[in-house]
């Protein structure tokens, strides 16, 4: 997490003052925030260096010389007890996390003087204006210049103080406005964690200290209250005392340094930033509607209906379900090869066959694959479907008798299925007929890639026409790319389908949900959309395919408006 964790103090000889401090730095290498390359190895419980006689130093320091200069103002030395966090000696700790490439680094400033700068009014801030009610709890303020902060003050047991309590605050300063705000519930509850451990430390010290000698009771007593002598009316004459002997902790500040850093660890972690696609496409929604939930909760993939004479599925999904697990339950033949996709498809069958078939798919014509194996015959069935969205895909992979197109555009026959004379005569279909090698005494199986001996016999009385529809001279465009990758082409498919289907919703609003329209009108419209004559029969058979949420969509707001 991009952020700084800081633990202030207000103290009474110089006002609020940043105590104590932790800041990741990315890189390869951690040892650049330091000076020298040679890290202690003293390492602690909590897995960190003790960092001895060596300034921190900033990532920035190192690439730019203007910011040579850039030791907070003030001094080590000039700081009081209860201001000074670390001895002299000690710049402060650091903790590495060598698989994240993240060092943790503590110490008494931060070392960059813009950094400092942010920290120290945020410092101020948190201890003078920025109080939320009852003086005590988290508060966010901040602005895009000096940074977001998330202020979480609380008081401290101190039986020589005034009021008997010392003021502090622990803040979290980052850039980022909504990541914060986001990381509130979650830091503020281990913050809390944090104070509470210290102010249950201080409270044991305060009730022994209370127990020896009752301040309360000694300046209730005292006769004198002039201010220059107030300091001497405090029982031990000491002004001011460190957090570690508040605590009566000499390693408070490395259990710091522990919290802060696991703080800032988790807090990245839990969030993850993630590249948004933008609305759903068509095809997820069609996924989504697919799916049905029962009054359990649980989604049905699929439903099978028990019936050994004949079992027909109205859906691709579910057809392509039960298809994968009576695959998996029957022997398959190793020696049959299958189609792998659309290039391998295009290979096998040559550009001619191909193209004519692949007219017939994006127009809506029924496309019949009669084969003697089932497995051959639902891989071409499955790679022609890539070829048009989900919604216009309505599967029966293999079937012993003839299904009409009404209840499906991708038909797998047995072998011995002969179609319907008034289907033969139709010129709204296309037909491939799977020859089989003749089989020879050799029996090794050949391999799973070898379409040697093979034929495919196309039947269709479909007349192509002058110019092919735009999207199919897309499609193939892309699937004869031998410089792509596959992986690269089913993304171009899907990008060229959605982009045709985005001109099919218009297309329906259009002419659908607002209205009949006139010849004319229509026409200007697809010139508008980029559309021209030969693509007008791919997108009424697109729209078929559109989800019943968008066309239930734009029916009622277009109803709506009268």
Request: with cysteine; hydrophobic share 35%.
């Amino acid at each position: 997490m991009n952020a700084i964790i800081a633990l202030c103090h207000f103290c009474e000889m110089h006002g609020p003052s940043v105590l104590f401090c932790t800041q990741a730095f990315h890189s390869h290498n951690p040892d650049h925030v330091l000076e020298n390359n040679v890290l202690d190895s003293e390492l602690s419980d909590s897995g960190s260096y003790y960092i001895r006689d060596r300034r921190l130093k900033s990532p920035t320091e190192s690439v730019s010389s203007s910011l040579s200069d850039h030791t907070p103002p003030t001094k080590t030395s000039d700081l009081c007890e209860a201001c000074r966090s670390l001895p002299a000696g000690q710049p402060g700790y650091i903790s590495n996390d060598h698989e994240a490439k993240v060092s943790y680094v503590s110490s008494q400033h931060p070392d960059h003087p813009q950094v400092f700068s942010m920290v120290r009014q945020a410092c101020v801030r948190s201890l003078s204006c920025e109080v939320c009610q009852g003086r005590e709890g988290p508060i966010f303020f901040g602005d895009d210049h000096r940074g977001h902060v998330l202020s979480y003050t609380f008081f401290i047991k101190d039986s020589q103080a005034r009021g008997l309590q010392r003021w502090y605050s622990i803040i979290v300063v980052m850039m980022d406005k909504i990541y914060l705000l986001n990381s509130w519930p979650f830091l503020v509850t281990h913050i809390k964690e944090v104070i509470d451990k210290l102010q249950g430390k201080a409270e044991k010290v305060y009730e022994v200290e209370q127990a020896q000698c009752p301040q309360r009771a000694l300046r209730l007593g005292a006769a004198v209250w002039a201010p220059a002598n107030y300091r001497q009316q405090r029982g031990v004459n000491k002004s001011v005392r460190s957090l570690i002997e508040l605590t009566n902790d000499k390693n408070v500040f490395q259990q710091s340094h522990t919290s802060f850093t696991w703080i800032l660890k988790a807090g990245g972690n839990r969030m993850t930033e993630k590249l948004l696609e933008g609305p759903p496409t068509e095809d997820s929604i069609i996924d989504l509607e697919k799916m049905e939930e029962t009054e359990e909760g649980f989604i049905k993939l699929y439903t099978k209906t028990v019936n050994h004479e004949e079992t027909v599925e109205d859906s691709c999904e579910e057809d392509s379900a039960l298809d994968s697990m009576s695959d998996e339950l029957e022997l398959v033949n190793p020696g049959i090869p299958t189609f792998k996709n659309l290039r391998h498809l295009l290979k096998v069958l040559g550009y001619t066959q191909f193209h004519k078939l692949a007219h017939n798919v994006v127009i809506g014509n029924q496309i019949i694959v009669r084969g003697s194996e089932k497995v051959l015959v639902k891989s071409m069935i499955d790679c022609l479907k890539a070829l048009l969205p989900k919604g216009c895909c309505r599967v029966i992979s293999y079937s012993s008798k003839y299904e009409d197109s009404w209840r499906c555009n991708f038909l797998g026959l047995t072998e011995e299925v002969t179609l319907p004379s008034h289907i033969q005569t139709s010129d709204m279909y296309a037909m491939v007929d799977i020859k089989e090698p003749e089989k020879s005494g050799d029996l090794s199986p050949p391999d799973c890639d070898d379409f040697v001996g093979y034929h495919f016999e196309l039947t269709t009385t479909t007349a192509l026409p002058e110019k092919i529809p735009t999207v199919l001279s897309k499609l193939e465009v892309a699937i004869m790319n031998d410089h792509l990758n596959y992986s690269v082409v089913e993304q171009c498919l899907i990008c060229h389908k959605e982009e045709w289907m985005n001109k099919v919703k218009v297309l329906f609003k259009f002419t659908k949900a607002e209205g009949n329209r006139s010849e004319e009108d229509t026409k200007k419209l697809l010139q508008v959309l980029g559309a021209q004559e030969e693509d007008k029969q791919v997108l009424k058979f697109w729209m078929t395919g559109l989800s019943v949420q968008y066309r239930t969509h734009m029916l009622s707001a277009t109803m709506s408006q009268f």
